[in-house]
């Protein structure tokens, strides 16, 4: 049976949600997003997601319709409608239809609001048991004083190009780093390492503010292993105990091999499989239902 997701109010089958050609979501990448993941029947950090959303666009100037309690219920309906169990939901809120100029004030009909409800697997499971191959890409991340990287909006190109990079490397992912060569995170995910039983990632001032990042941070420090906040360089990485990404879609990615270096013995290292054993537990336990 086709998946039913949310556009402008209604619900109607996947296949059958339009937008027009003049939304500037597709013109001009103008608008936000989120990506949530569901565990037994419950919505993981949905209001934590919400309010990312929400300060994403008041960053660009875009007023999504109605407030963040309303908007979550949207979504736990979006979840019930497609009977959905373990799942990915996907909001959007465009700058809506406008013309072919990209000045938002010609979007007079206002946002487009979509909400998509399926599945997604990044990576195959035994990329999980095994570990991911990643390099480093020639591209760097857009810095924060072009763009701030704690908007989560629909214009990915940046990273899009270092996927491209990874992908004609035979890569699973790309590792970008700053304009001052410290490193920013990965096309999709954030990044850590581990150094002497501590784990260690970027400031969010070059990365986006992961969810998944700052729940892993927490079951660390529960856990009685010091999560730290800091730059640190490629070097560091090549010489790094253990590596690993995280990020809803991802959840904890192990990282064993960053251009051509073994990270510690090649193999999933025992920081990181804790971790993907505290948060799996946490996250199939915890939640909003629906």
């Not at 480093?136 to 940046?158: G, H, M, W």
Request: aromatic share 8%; with cysteine.
């Amino acid at each position: 049976m086709e998946n039913l997701a949310y556009l402008d109010g209604k619900f109607v089958p996947s296949s059958e949600a339009k937008v027009t050609i003049f939304d500037h979501g597709l013109l001009y990448g103008d608008g936000v997003f989120e990506g949530i993941r569901a565990y037994n029947r419950r919505v993981f950090k949905l209001e934590r997601h919400v309010h990312r959303m929400f300060q994403s666009a008041r960053a660009i100037d875009l007023k999504i319709p109605g407030t963040e309690e309303a908007f979550g219920d949207l979504i736990l309906e979006t979840c019930r409608r497609n009977n959905l169990v373990d799942g990915y939901i996907r909001p959007i809120v465009t700058r809506g239809p406008g013309d072919l100029g990209l000045d938002p004030r010609k979007c007079t009909r206002g946002p487009s609001v979509i909400i998509i409800a399926g599945t997604i697997a990044l990576y195959p499971k035994e990329k999980y048991e095994k570990g991911l191959k990643v390099i480093t890409s020639s591209y760097r991340r857009v810095p924060p004083q072009s763009l701030s990287p704690s908007i989560k909006s629909l214009n990915y190109l940046n990273n899009i190009m270092a996927r491209v990079e990874a992908n004609h490397s035979g890569a699973d992912e790309a590792l970008m780093l700053d304009i001052h060569g410290y490193v920013s995170e990965a096309t999709a995910d954030n990044f850590f390492i581990v150094q002497n039983h501590s784990i260690v990632t970027p400031y969010t001032s070059t990365n986006l503010p992961g969810i998944t990042r700052e729940t892993v941070m927490e079951l660390a420090e529960k856990d009685g292993i010091r999560a730290i906040e800091k730059p640190f360089s490629l070097f560091d990485v090549w010489a790094a105990d253990e590596a690993f990404i995280t990020g809803t879609a991802a959840e904890i990615g192990p990282v064993v091999d960053v251009d051509g270096r073994l990270i510690g013995d090649g193999t999933p290292g025992k920081v990181t499989k804790r971790l993907m054993k505290l948060f799996r537990e946490l996250v199939t336990t915890t939640g909003t239902p629906f």
